[in-house]
């Protein structure tokens, strides 16, 4: 079974704070991807990778950033947390195109 | 307008009933398919794939393609309460540089009832 875990189920930070959101997965997939879901505005993706050190935008990446020095682990960093970056952040892993979740992190910015 | 297109529901049917999840996508070169479930406050879990066009079936499952009319639909036979989710349905467009990108739709909320 592929398993991808992320570090925090919830999270509750402050405006301006650096948050980091890390990503790992047990499978060797090359890729991995970082995703918001809010409602009405379903699954956007932020970043992906297709190997270490790669990184590409996705749809929304204003505001964020990712790395990926070791295969199995792929960081989200919102360098000044805002508001309108609370979410369900969600990772997932693939090595072709079935993409496989981690459990997700809440992440409440007030 | 959206790539990936779903009818937001809700969608309630009785248990026991066969439950139909439709999709629709752009006019753009694809080659995958995909139908993930999600239970409220919980991650997407992929259930199906489906790679050419006809029906795939997997258990109670069955999803259909038709590419010709841009199509994927998702068949839930002998519905159960805890059938009741969200369902996303994910395409993987062929264009430069997202190779391995999905595009998801905004998911059908199925409430299966007693």
């Known amino acids: 079974d592929v398993k991808v875990t992320q570090s925090s189920r919830y999270l509750v930070k402050r405006t301006g704070e650096k948050v980091f959101l890390e990503c790992v997965q047990d499978?060797?997939?090359?890729?991995m991807f970082w995703y918001r879901q809010d409602p009405g505005l379903g699954l956007r993706l932020i970043y992906f990778?297709?190997?270490?050190?790669?990184?590409e935008k996705g749809d929304i990446p204003e505001g964020y950033s990712v790395s990926r020095e070791k295969k199995e682990r792929f960081s989200l960093i919102l360098e000044s947390a805002s508001t309108n970056q609370t979410s369900m952040y969600l990772c997932?892993?693939?090595?072709?195109?079935?993409?496989?979740f981690g459990p997700g992190t809440r992440l409440t910015v007030t | 307008q959206k790539e990936v297109e779903q009818n937001s529901g809700p969608l309630s049917v009785p248990e026991g009933a066969i439950a139909s999840l439709n999709c629709t996508y752009s006019d753009r070169v694809s080659q995958s398919f995909f139908w993930y479930r999600q239970y409220s406050g919980k991650s997407p879990e992929l259930i199906m794939s489906?790679?050419?066009?006809g029906d795939k079936e997997d258990g109670r499952f069955t999803a259909q393609l038709n590419k010709a009319s841009q199509y994927v639909s998702l068949l839930i036979r002998d519905s159960q309460p805890s059938d009741s989710a969200t369902y996303l349905c994910?395409?993987?467009?062929?264009?430069?540089?997202?190779?391995?990108?999905?595009?998801f739709g905004s998911g059908t909320q199925l409430t299966v009832l007693p």
């Open positions: 990778s297709y190997d270490v050190k790669m990184k």
């Open positions: 499978m060797d997939h090359e890729n």
């Open positions: 489906i790679y050419s066009n």
């Open positions: 994910a395409v993987n467009f062929i264009s430069s540089g997202s190779a391995r990108q999905l595009t």
């Open positions: 997932a892993s693939s090595s072709g195109y079935e993409q496989y």
